[in-house]
């Protein structure tokens, strides 16, 4: 089979350190199972012996980016699975990365793959700036929420829209709080300037 030199489907379980590789004829024979370390080079030579043009399938999963960008840039036809469209490997009897991967890449073969969008690089930047920002708003938000717990813990009640607005905030400021409260307050009210 190493000889083959037909159109070949490469199916990959990516996972955070390694992952593995399987590649398969047209009729879905398999050619080869690979476990790699996760390195652009490792990458690049596997799917070298996958010939020209191969179609690979990986699915959009925690660290995909990277692995899109090295096939694609080796001249493979990327595919991406969506993870809600094969969770259904979960309930098979015989769950190993080896199956995970030849599955992935008999979908693909038989033209059942859920495909995901690949986004092009500038995109997934733009969309890395947007997830990033709304993790600093939920922190913030959830500071906020402390701020309002110590003050209800005290039994201090300010009056106002918003406590973080200016009036809310000087208002805060003049509030006489005792040890713990006073110094939970103060830190929380420093990492939300930090957020802002």
Do not use: C
Not at 10 to 37: P, W, Y
Not at 93 to 122: H, Q, T
């Amino acid at each position: 089979m190493s000889e083959y030199d037909g159109h070949q489907y490469v199916g990959i379980d990516l996972h955070r350190r390694r992952s593995v590789i399987v590649r398969q004829t047209d009729q879905g024979e398999q050619l080869s199972a690979v476990r790699i370390v996760n390195d652009p080079v490792a990458l690049g030579l596997q799917i070298e012996q996958a010939g020209t043009r191969p179609d690979v399938v990986l699915e959009a999963t925690y660290g995909w980016y990277w692995a899109a960008d090295v096939l694609q840039a080796a001249g493979a036809q990327v595919h991406l699975a969506h993870p809600l469209g094969v969770k259904g490997f979960a309930y098979r009897r015989v769950k190993n990365d080896v199956r995970d991967a030849a599955d992935l890449a008999d979908l693909l073969r038989m033209g059942r793959l859920p495909e995901s969008w690949i986004a092009p690089a500038e995109t997934r930047e733009l969309r890395e700036l947007v997830r990033y920002r709304a993790k600093l708003v939920a922190l913030r938000s959830g500071l906020k929420a402390q701020v309002h717990a110590v003050l209800a813990k005290a039994g201090v009640l300010i009056a106002v829209s918003d406590l973080f607005a200016v009036d809310g905030r000087a208002q805060l400021e003049q509030t006489a709080l005792s040890g713990a409260y006073a110094q939970r307050v103060a830190s929380l009210l420093k990492l939300i300037d930090i957020l802002d």
